[in-house]
């Protein structure tokens, strides 16, 4: 695990990723902390490998806990690995956290160390953003969704009742029935297909069946993380 040097009388708040030296989050957090009115913060990277040792996770969490500069963590790749390994370590868990397993968002506000999981918020505020609250609505449009994955679940629960369909595509059928069970719990009556499916060919036969208006959303990572 990496940890950057830092003067031991400065908060920090550490960020828990893979390679976060390379993140947009360490270039990005200056001006967050200037908007937030946070001074004298500094954001502190914990690189560990994907499914790191369950004692490695405790033992970031413990030192967040323990020591008083630290301010809280900000977690990516290791969202779920990191809530399962320390979930009897938090004071408060919130809904979204309890509901996907995972948590994104650490921090301490009196002694009080918070889990949360915040994707279903930033998911909610990006879509928001562009598409009005009416949107399916009036349109009667639809939603294909490639990948079920952390971030599908987050921008399907958002969508989930507002859209007359929505459709996911997913490389294997565990992920669609975690998707499927978390669904179940937060709207039953939608309605929702799941499908497993690889073949491009296919989904482009399920793109084409869309009504017009209907959002397509490519949350598998490929053309970022993979070729595609
Ligand atoms: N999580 C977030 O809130 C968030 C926020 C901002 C950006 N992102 C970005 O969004 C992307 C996805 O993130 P994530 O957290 O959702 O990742 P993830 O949990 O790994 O989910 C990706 C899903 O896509 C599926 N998949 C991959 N290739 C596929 C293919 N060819 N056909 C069908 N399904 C395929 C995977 O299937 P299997 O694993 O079942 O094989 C997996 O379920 C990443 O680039 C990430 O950096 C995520």
């Avoid at 908060?11 to 001006?31: C, E, I, K």
């Avoid at 040792?53 to 030192?63: A, F, G, S």
């Avoid at 998707?179 to 497993?196: F, Q, S, T």
């Amino acid at each position: 695990m990496r940890r950057a040097p830092s003067p031991p009388d400065l908060d920090r708040l550490s960020f828990v990723g893979v390679t976060t030296g390379q993140s947009a989050a360490t270039r990005l957090f200056p001006a967050w902390a200037k908007e937030l009115g946070l001074h004298d913060v500094e954001l502190v990277g914990h690189d560990l490998p994907i499914h790191a040792k369950r004692e490695q996770y405790r033992d970031l969490v413990e030192r967040i806990k323990s020591d008083e500069h630290e301010r809280g963590a900000l977690i990516t790749t290791h969202k779920i690995d990191l809530f399962e390994a320390c979930r009897d370590m938090f004071d408060r868990i919130d809904e979204s956290a309890l509901l996907f397993g995972e948590t994104s968002c650490l921090s301490k506000c009196d002694g009080i160390l918070s889990a949360r999981a915040t994707d279903l918020v930033s998911a909610g505020k990006s879509l928001d953003e562009f598409l009005s609250r009416d949107h399916f609505e009036k349109t009667g449009a639809e939603v294909l969704c490639l990948g079920a994955g952390g971030s599908a679940i987050a921008i399907t629960v958002h969508l989930l009742g507002r859209a007359a369909r929505i459709i996911v595509v997913n490389r294997s059928q565990g992920r669609l029935d975690a998707m499927r069970a978390i669904h179940a719990r937060v709207n039953p009556g939608a309605e929702v297909v799941y499908i497993r499916n690889v073949d491009p060919l296919m989904n482009d036969a399920l793109m084409g069946k869309l009504p017009a208006g209907s959002l397509v959303i490519n949350a598998t990572g490929m053309g970022k993380d993979t070729p595609g």
